[in-house]
Structures are given as C-alpha cells and as structure tokens.
C-alpha cells in the first residue's frame, strides 16, 4: 500500500472520527466543557449528533439558548419554591413542588424553542411573525407566572410597609365597627339610666319632704300642735318609709345598669384589643402580597396635611409623600417575560447557520428513507407549492395489486390446464362420466370405475 493510499485512510478516519472535514476541526477537547455543551444543546432541544459537526457559530448560539433556558428553569423553580413556603410554611413541600414546577417550564421551553423556526434572515417577515405569535403568547404567560412570586421576592419590604399600614386601617375600622355594634345597646342602657336618675331625684325629693313633715310633727308644728310621736307622726313615718323603699328600688336599679354599663365598656375594650392585636399580628399570604404589589404599582402614599400654624391637621386635605411604584414593578416584570421570549426571538432572528442546514439535510434523509418526498407543484395562481407525496404506501399498493394480478392469471391458467386435462379424460372414458344405476354412483370423478 503506497503513502499516499496510507494518508488518504488516516485522512478519512480522522474525518470519520471528528465529524469534520480534513480543513476544520470543532471538537470540543476537554470532556468537562463537551459535557457542559451537550447538556446546554439538549436544554435548547437541539440534537448534539448534528450539533458536533456543526460550527463553533453554531456551538455558541445553541449554548446560549439553552443557558436561557436554563436559567428560565432556575428561576421558576426559586419563583415555586418562594410561593409555597409563603402558602405552606414548609420548606420540604416548596423543594418538592418547586422542582415539578420547574420541569414542567423546562419542557414546554424547551418545546417552545424547539418548535421555533425561522426563515434563516435577520429580518422577521410577516408569516415569520403570526406563525411565532401563540410560541410568544405562551412565553409571556409563562414569563409572567415566574414574575409573580419573584416580584414579592423583590420588593418584600415595600410589601411589609404596605401591609403595615393596611392592617392599621383595618384595625381602626373593626374598633369603630365593633363600637357601633355596642352603641345601640349603651345607647338604651343611657335613657334607662336618665330616667331612673330623673326619678330618683323625684323620689328623692319625696322622702326629704317627708323627712322634714315628720321633725316638724315630732317637734309639735304640724296637727295639733303636740310634741312627740302620735297617729300623725307615725302616718308621716310609715310613708315615709314606704317612698324610702321605692327611692332604694330606683338607686339599685339605676347603680345595676350603671355597673351594666360599665362592664359593657370594658368589654368592648377588651374585644377592641384583642381584635387589634389579632389583626396587627396577621401575615401576609401569597395572595395578599400580590395584591400589595398591584396597589404599589397602582396608587402612591398620602397622609393628612399638618398645619404648623395651627398644630392640627387640616380635614379633608392629605399630602402625597411618594407616587405609584408602576415603573419599577413593570420593569422587573417585563425583565422576567424577555428572559421567557427571548429563545423564541432569537430563533426568528438568527441566520441560518451549518446546524440548520444539516438538520434539514438530515430530515431530507430521514423521509426518502421513508418514501416522502416534497414535490413542487403549480396551482390554478401560478404560484409553487410543496405537496407531500408518499411513495411507500403508493409502492406497497402497486406491489399488491402486481401480485394480485398475477395470482389471477395463475389461477384462471391452473383451471383451464385442469379444465383440458379433464376434457381428454372425456374423450378417452365417456361412461366414466355418467351415473351408474347400479351403485347409485351420481357424479363422474374422472377415473374409472372399479
């Protein structure tokens, strides 16, 4: 074998062995950095068999995708985990759940990547467009549902602040609510106590008067005009007496609805602060963190306006100390959606590299083998179209109805063979062929008989 034979085989093997060319060679040599690759081809659904005999353009894209993607997973495993310690309270359930949530973001980024597919120019037609739009529709949403619990993540202690003060409120309104609720009621216990207070000076009034009729009678300046006790004294004492009894009826009972009163207020105090305290104490959920962040993003923060003149607070006027938080939010938010669409966007926007070019290549190969073929056809317009043809199916159908075919002749000339053959035996043996009245015999078999 001659050197030159020797190095046309080396060359070949070499070629063979690297998947490139004897003029470029892109194989990655440390094994760490080729495993790295791989997992980063497999993270942008791309097939690293054709992506290694690619071009080292086409390494770098591709690896860029599936860093995206990645860090897309990253992120919505951190976003899960996040939303369900702050549900649950349970660090074991967030890992667990956070990680289903982040493989099912995986796949269907890595679908959505996958199934995006330019038309190898840096501009974005029209069709490109519309055909990519639902691949976008589901990135934003996708995009937006990692953003959420992130977004709590981010601005916690603005939230917290929020949540302070809107706690604060509620308080303040269930104190004057559970106030209300009371009033009613002290508000009948108040006229009952006026009125017993009014009848108690009435009745008070009585008994002094009868108190002073009676030192008069004992002192002999009433009746007839004895000193000492008598008939009338003794009248003016029992009445007396009497009216004492309804003035003490008329003080316990005004004393007992004031002591009502009075534990009705400490009551209402008590249930005031335990509902305060109840509600200051109060974290936030998941939901309600949400909530704070849409108010942030929607309205800023006023308080009442102070005039230092005066030291009072002006009614009805308040002063806003800071605005609606709209741009900052929105911007962390859109920052998470274009880290979802970016994978699409570059997919519409990158040239056609080697990768793709082999790729369709090697689907070419892969349906002739399978008999498709895409053949180009005019319509009524003129204009090209791609029909799919299978030839496999067409091919099958024609081998069966060749054999079919075939089976027919051989059959109809095994029947006229047998049919002639029978004729000579006829013609050789006609009784043969005739019923024999003697056996019973009603068919010819074509032999004779014995």
């Known amino acids: ?23 470029v060679e892109y194989r990655l040599q440390i094994p760490m950095m080729k495993g790295v690759a791989r997992f980063l081809w497999k993270c942008a659904g791309a097939d690293f068999q054709i992506m290694e005999r690619a071009s080292y353009y086409d390494h770098m894209k591709h690896m860029g995708i599936g860093g995206v993607v990645l860090a897309t997973t990253i992120l ?39 199934a995006s597919k330019g038309d190898g120019k840096e501009s974005v037609s029209g069709s490109e467009a519309v055909s990519a739009a639902p691949r976008l529709i589901m990135a934003v949403f996708i995009g937006i549902t990692i953003s959420a ?6 601005f916690n202690k603005e939230i917290e602040r929020e949540w302070r003060l809107s706690m604060d409120q509620l308080a303040l309104s269930k104190k004057y609510e559970i106030a209300q609720i009371e009033n009613d009621h002290n508000i009948e216990i108040n006229e009952k106590v006026k ?38 004294a003794d009248a003016i004492k029992a009445e007396k007496v009497s009216e004492q009894a309804k003035l003490d009826r008329i003080v316990a009972e005004r004393d007992a ?34 909530m704070m962040i849409e108010r942030l993003s929607t309205s800023g923060k006023t308080v009442p306006k102070f ?7 002006v009614k009805g006027e308040e002063i806003e100390i800071y605005g609606s938080a709209f741009w900052p939010i929105w911007l962390v938010r859109l920052l998470f959606v274009l880290i979802e669409i970016t994978p699409v966007l570059l997919k519409l926007f990158l040239v056609k590299g080697a990768y793709e070019i082999m790729q ?3 689907t070419q190969i892969l349906t002739a083998k399978q008999g498709i073929f895409y053949e180009e056809v005019k319509d009524e317009n003129n204009k090209t179209m791609f029909v799919q ?25 095994a029947i006229t063979a047998f049919a002639d053959k029978e004729l000579e035996e006829i013609k050789k043996n006609p009784q043969a062929f005739f019923p024999n009245p003697g056996n019973g015999n009603t068919t010819g078999s074509g032999n004779s008989p014995s």
Do not use: C
Request: no cysteine; proline share 2%.
């Open 1 to 23: 074998m001659s050197s030159t034979q020797n190095s046309n085989q080396s060359a070949g093997s070499n070629s063979g062995h690297s998947g490139m060319n004897d003029h």
């Open 76 to 114: 919505a495993f951190v976003a899960m985990a996040f939303a369900i310690d702050t549900i649950f309270e349970n660090k074991i359930i967030a890992v667990v759940l956070g990680l289903v949530w982040a493989l099912v973001i995986f796949n269907l980024d890595r679908f959505i990547v996958s």
């Open 149 to 154: 619990p992130l977004e709590t993540y981010i």
């Open 195 to 232: 009125v017993l207070e009014n009848d108690a000076v009435k009745q008070q009034m009585i008994v002094d008067d009868l108190q002073q009729k009676y030192v008069m009678e004992m002192a002999g300046g009433l009746g007839q005009g004895k000193r000492g006790a008598g008939k009338v």
């Open 257 to 290: 609805l004031r002591n009502q009163q009075k534990g009705n207020e400490n009551a209402i105090k008590s249930k005031q602060d335990s509902v305060m305290t109840l509600i200051k104490n109060e974290k936030p959920g998941f939901l309600d963190k949400i």
């Open 307 to 313: 005039d230092p003149s005066t030291n009072k607070i």
């Open 360 to 362: 369709d290549n090697v």
């Open 389 to 413: 043809t299978n030839h496999n199916p067409r091919r099958i159908v024609r081998v069966i109805e060749h054999q079919n075919a075939l089976e027919e002749r051989n059959a109809k000339e």
